[in-house]
Every structure is written in structure tokens, then in C-alpha cells.
């Protein structure tokens, strides 16, 4: 699952925000939009019987540290995650998709 969700995270990140610059006004709707377009791009990639969870952070980059964390109780067997952080000079973006099996 990671390889080709990995995949569909980068391109869709790079591609919406590869000229964007912070708008506070505008983050949270950039924000939604790319959790939504990846849920779909993932979708469409038919991993049948797995739930997906889509958590995508974008905020200004001005020299700060930033440290994102998450936690889920899951089987390891089945369960997994993909991740990417994309920067430009004036944006971040870190995204996640959690795919969890279920019978």
C-alpha cells in the first residue's frame, strides 16, 4: 500500500502548492481541498476493504520547528501509512493517509 500512496502524495501536494504562497485566510480550504483530492486519488487506486484517513497540515514557513505526531491502535499485519512533507519558501505541508482494514 505505501509505494503507490507515497507516490500519489507527493505529486498532489507538489502540484497544488508548488507556487503557492501563505494566505492565513486561505490555509484551511488549501488544506481541505488537498485532504479531499488525495482521499479520491487514493480511492481510485482500489484498495478494497480499507478505510481511509486523510490528515493534511499546511502552515506558514517562517523559521520555525514544527513536530507532528499521531497515534492509532491497529493490526499490523493489515493496517498502514503513507506520509509526505512538501516546503517552498513561504508554505509547508505535511500529509497523511491511514489505511485500515476491515472485514
Request: aromatic share 10%.
Amino acid at each position: 500500500m505505501r509505494g503507490p500512496v507515497q507516490k500519489v502524495l507527493s505529486e498532489t501536494i507538489k502540484e497544488r502548492l508548488h507556487d503557492t504562497t501563505y494566505d492565513p485566510l486561505k490555509s484551511a480550504q488549501i488544506a481541505k481541498e488537498l485532504a479531499d483530492t488525495i482521499k479520491e486519488r487514493v480511492k481510485n487506486l482500489n484498495f478494497t476493504r480499507y478505510k481511509l484517513v486523510v490528515q493534511v497540515t499546511v502552515g506558514e514557513k517562517t523559521g520555525q520547528a514544527i513536530r507532528l505526531a499521531s497515534r492509532c491502535l491497529w493490526d499490523t499485519a493489515t493496517d498502514n501509512f503513507a506520509s509526505d512533507f512538501y516546503e517552498n519558501s513561504s508554505v509547508f505541508c505535511v500529509a497523511m493517509v491511514f489505511g485500515l482494514y476491515y472485514e
